[in-house]
């Protein structure tokens, strides 16, 4: 099964490829071509290319929205590659993709899935979720040129919509797929920008609306036997520390939020501080005091959006101010916890200062935490401890919401970080290396073939 | 030249106007008339009328943009007003009107004005600015059916753009007339809404670039013997403390500032508190330390707006925040003192937090202190202890700017607040009581009598 084999000890991989000398052969023996998943990339991102940056062909960002034209583009595309590899094709209802490659074994059982999402923010960059998918195709091209089998069926899935940016729901067809979200519901959402287009207008439209039910049930559904992610960090910590491997062993819990704090209009010069019920006031220390529970917590509070009235002036003390809350931590109980601390101390503040404030607030969206599977994980870690070792890769949980973490409820699951640019992510200049891109597609090989070996093994003792 | 007096020791108005009794007779004679100032007051507010908050005919707010169609409408009603009552009317090239009654000595004496502004903010209300010109309307209409006549020429200033709501620059017209304010600068604002439309192409279409120099100078300009402006006080301090008139000494001085705060914007999932520029956070603990500053210094510190870029989201660190500061109290060496203090603040709240922020500022308006004279702060307050007394009415600094902190500058200068319900103004519900307005007004004529007795002595002693 294994075939060509490299004949140095430690591999390097072209000029454009790794410059990081990994510290052993390649245990599947396989090595992918960073030169091809490099320019494939690039060239597949010229549909939705946006927001130039720089001088050089690759220097722009991305603006390729879920089930817009230029989507439609690389779908198309990306439907005739695995194809030419000798894939089965498989569409589903919320139009995800599922790309099969059979195994050695000819088993029915579900595949190993390589997934992420080919479609963009607005003002997006050309690393986020494609890579994934273009790194998936590395490897099955790899395999194939090498003549190289898994045991069990392998394969790439390319999840629609995940972003959320066009159809605001993010994650939104793995999430129908693990039935957490109501397909209905993720059919009938509205093109932020036009509430006549549907995404369930737009699968049709395009040809994608499949006759699979998105579902994961082995009865009716397109099951998965693991699903494995690449995708870039989206924060700096790799960088920062040097490393360029994150075995991501789960996903932060987080919530949302929207706080409204309801004060009273009044002019500033002619109002006493005594008499005021100042909503900028109350807001500025309730987002203070957040940042400070979250540091006593070792969580994450963050606010993002801080909006008042657009008839604000200098000289008026605004009505009302709106802004959200992002709370983070890998254990759900902290995420409460720090909820309440938070909630409890924006009361305090509520009523100190001038007359003042009232305050609601709504509960926008609620993640629990995810644990990854073990094997999956063990498999990633397998991976980059023979690639880069133990001093250049890490445990990690990530931050952002990921497909991986919708499939991790219904299949074993795990993902690989690799770093970016500063930590720079859903904008233009996002941006991760050709070494650390074909690492982390190696990678990505290498962890399939471990727990293909590793599933074979299992199941069959 | 005292006529008609009120026959009863204590007067008290009509139906409509006053309810409080006054403690003893108006030392003019005079008596304004409490239904015919209501009446005119809404009748003319009937241009500009909008933003209807109740059922009753006079429950709309107003917006009568200076020089739009309906102030010109407003402006042509009250030369016709003027004329009628034998005053003179002359327009300065500022499209000021100066109402001109002859007093009895017949002086070529800069005549005692009473003046304020016909023009509304775009939501702005029935009494700000309005009330001043109408009850001045009502001093004269008094005086002339009583056969009275003041010593001194006295009449009625209707400053233009008092507001700087559609040509942004307030108290613009009186700024100009002070020599603060360059014409040219003036001449050349934009309506906010048409940048083709200028100020002075809007005096011309309607009439008002007048000949006359806008100026204070004696030779060649509109001199003013006196001015005293009647307004409401735009704050809660008059009704809270049960006064019906604030007898005002001069104006707080206030500095307006913009702040940039620029961080960078990272995902809130991805990114530890350690390695964040969070310009949101910074910020909201400026703000949080500019109130405390200013309670230490008893001064006033306000932020009105607080903007993060259109792009934000819940998910996302804002890569820079824009929000203003206005700094007032009566002394200017306090505000100073407070703006000092709340920069060093801001300077260290900028090096903490993860990798810390940076900031611009600038400076958008300085208003320096005003102290009005004291022998026209005498004569109001003279007129407040006749119709009020001592315990309903009360010394104050005028927190917001008023066209009499210009005039101030070049002639003696005083104002009359009355309250306004719950301190609102520059809305559609400011409301100011008919018995308000008519005390008012009723004070108004008082201290313009007299300060024209205090002149008549000390010009001819």
């Not at 989507?71 to 094709?89: I, M, N, P, Q, Y």
């Not at 400070?292 to 909006?307: C, K, M, P, Q, Y």
Request: proline share 5%.
């Amino acid at each position: 099964m294994h075939a060509t084999r490299s004949a140095s000890h430690t591999f390097r991989l072209s000029a454009r490829g790794f410059s990081t000398v990994t510290r052993r052969q390649a245990p599947s023996g396989l090595r992918i071509n960073p030169d091809r998943l490099w320019e494939t990339l690039h060239k597949t991102c010229e549909w939705g290319a946006a927001h130039r940056y720089g001088e050089k062909p690759t220097e722009t960002g991305m603006a390729r929205l879920t089930l817009t034209d230029d989507d439609a583009r690389v779908r198309s595309w990306f439907a005739a590659e695995v194809k030419k590899l000798g894939c089965t094709l498989s569409v589903d209802q919320m139009g995800n993709m599922f790309a099969r490659q059979q195994g050695s074994l000819k088993s029915s059982a579900p595949m190993i899935a390589m997934g992420s999402h080919l479609d963009t923010q607005p003002r997006g960059g050309r690393y986020d979720g494609i890579l994934g998918v273009i790194a998936a195709l590395e490897v099955l091209r790899t395999m194939k040129e090498s003549g190289f089998e898994t045991n069990y069926d392998v394969g790439i899935v390319n999840w629609t919509n995940e972003e959320g940016a066009r159809f605001p729901k993010s994650m939104c067809s793995s999430g129908v797929w693990a039935g957490a979200i109501p397909i209905e519901k993720a059919w009938d959402l509205r093109d932020i920008h036009n509430p006549h287009v549907t995404l369930r207008s737009e699968l049709e439209r395009h040809g994608y609306l499949g006759d699979i039910p998105c579902a994961s049930d082995e009865q009716f559904g397109y099951p998965l036997g693991a699903h494995f992610e690449l995708h870039i960090e989206q924060g700096p910590i790799l960088e920062e520390t040097g490393r360029s491997i994150g075995v991501v062993q789960g996903a932060q819990g987080y919530r949302w939020f929207t706080i409204i704090v309801h004060g009273k209009d009044a002019h500033t010069g002619t109002t006493p501080l005594s008499t005021r019920k100042d909503p900028v006031l109350a807001a500025s220390k309730m987002i203070a005091a957040s940042n400070e529970i979250a540091s006593r917590h070792n969580a994450l509070v963050s606010t993002g959006i801080f909006r008042v009235p657009s008839n604000a002036s200098t000289n008026t003390l605004a009505t009302n101010v709106t802004f959200t809350l992002d709370i983070r931590h890998p254990n759900d109980s902290v995420v409460s916890a720090v909820q309440e601390d938070i909630f409890e101390a924006f009361a305090t503040i509520a009523s100190q200062d001038g007359k003042g404030v009232s305050f609601d607030w709504t509960l926008d969206t609620d993640s629990p935490a995810a644990k990854f599977d073990q094997n999956c994980v063990a498999s990633v870690q397998a991976a980059a401890d023979h690639l880069v070792g133990p001093e250049k890769s890490m445990l990690m949980t990530s931050g952002a919401g990921h497909d991986t973490v919708y499939t991790s409820k219904h299949c074993p699951s795990a993902m690989i970080f690799v770093p970016c640019r500063e930590g720079v992510s859903h904008h233009p200049t996002e941006y991760c290396s050709p070494q650390d891109c074909a690492l982390g597609t190696q990678a990505l090989l290498e962890a399939v073939v471990h727990y293909d070996q590793f599933r074979t093994k299992s199941e069959n003792s």
